[in-house]
């Protein structure tokens, strides 16, 4: 991974049009920037497939999302915590588990 420096909203935008363009930005309640992404499975226990899947890759990067669950939609949600925003390795995970849903 790289270094885990929080990424202006100028960057976060080039970043996501060249290698995540499907993720989405926003804020959270305390002003803190994430990108997410939300796959919905025909059903539940294909969207818990999907989750395991985000997870092992999550893991064997050694870099993890926050993941909500509700029935079959899945929002996959990356920010870096020590950096208090999305980092360039957060957009590098989000470009990485891309292909987990299509």
């Known amino acids: 991974m790289l270094e885990k420096k929080s990424l202006t909203s100028e960057e976060?935008?080039?970043r996501l049009n060249e290698m995540a363009p499907k993720w989405?930005?926003?804020?959270n309640e305390k002003g803190v920037s994430f990108i997410e992404r939300v796959h919905h499975?025909?059903?539940f226990?294909?969207?818990i497939a999907f989750v395991h899947e985000v997870a092992q890759m999550a893991e064997d990067n050694n870099?993890?999302?926050d993941i909500f669950i509700n029935y079959k939609r899945i929002t996959v949600r990356y920010w870096t915590h020590t950096a208090g925003g999305v980092t360039l390795a957060d957009v590098q995970?989000?470009?990485k588990i891309d292909v987990l849903f299509d």
């Open 24 to 27: 989405k930005s926003g804020t």
């Open 41 to 43: 499975a025909k059903k």
């Open 45 to 47: 226990m294909d969207g």
């Open 12 to 14: 976060l935008s080039q």
């Open 93 to 95: 995970m989000a470009q």
């Open 63 to 65: 870099h993890h999302p």
